[in-house]
């Protein structure tokens, strides 16, 4: 019954989101598809992934839980259940036990497939180390269960606001390119780019990734050093997560930020004949 749910209401949104061809056309609208795709992915980046899943940096109670409300509004299920299943990617990566691995499981389950599938896919134990150490806030585990709150409201807010056109704009059109965006980190970063870091997995980096998904598309360079708050390893790797980090720890909100250590350039270096002085692109970050 969960699992029909969930599939008819994302299905629902996907196709809702061809809406946007029949309500009237402006950039106002396609400036409000673009906070609500990248505002919600960063939520999600920042917060899903390289907070709860990598500890790339800490923040305060108040602050993690604001993201992770804007995180769960992109619709991709709640915090503790995101990271705790991405942790899983991490362990198994492209081999057995990887909950979307394009290579073992195709395409179409690893992009949409795994998500949708809510019996394989809903509880974690709570040995999960998300689970345990993240669990112990209950307004996360809330959040967590009651993840379809924070989209539902964001939906009936913009209705309520601007009717359809700001429906469509700004929640149906957005939550169907995010939620492709993240999927593809999972799907087209296992198959399509390049290879800087000979991992044990297939990852790989991909610019186009890298943009829509806010940073993450440097998927190759994340699977080498996980733990970094950065996931472009250097200033000419798009990441606007990371910009967002830099800037919130400069005002006081994110702090004990994990660096790319500096062993890990040597061996980009040696494999790519990259030269960059780690120092000088500290130097030239855009924050
Ligand atoms: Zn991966
Ligand atoms: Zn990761």
Partial sequence: MKKKLTMSLF??????????LFVPFSLGMVAMWAVSHFLRAIGLTLTYHRYFAHRAFKMGRVTQFVWAYIAASAMQKGPLWWAG????????????????SPIISGF??????WFLNDVRHDRLPETNPVIRDFGKYPELRLLDEFYWVPPLLLAIGLYVAGGLPWLAWGFLLPTTTLAHATFAINTINHLYGSRRFDTVDESRNNVITAVFAA???????????????RNGFYWWEVDPTWYVIKAMSLVGLAWDLQP???????????RTGTRIDPEKVEAQEPV
């Fill in 11 to 20: 299905w629902l949104v996907q196709a809702s989101s061809l809406l946007v």
């Fill in 85 to 100: 299943h991405h942790v899983t990617h991490h362990k198994f990566a492209d081999r057995e036990g990887d909950p979307h």
């Fill in 108 to 113: 179409y389950y690893a992009h949409v497939g």
């Fill in 215 to 229: 940073g993450e598309g440097w998927h190759n360079n994340h699977h080498r050093y996980q733990r970094s708050a």
């Fill in 260 to 270: 790319v250590p500096e062993r890990i350039y040597r061996e980009a270096r040696e």
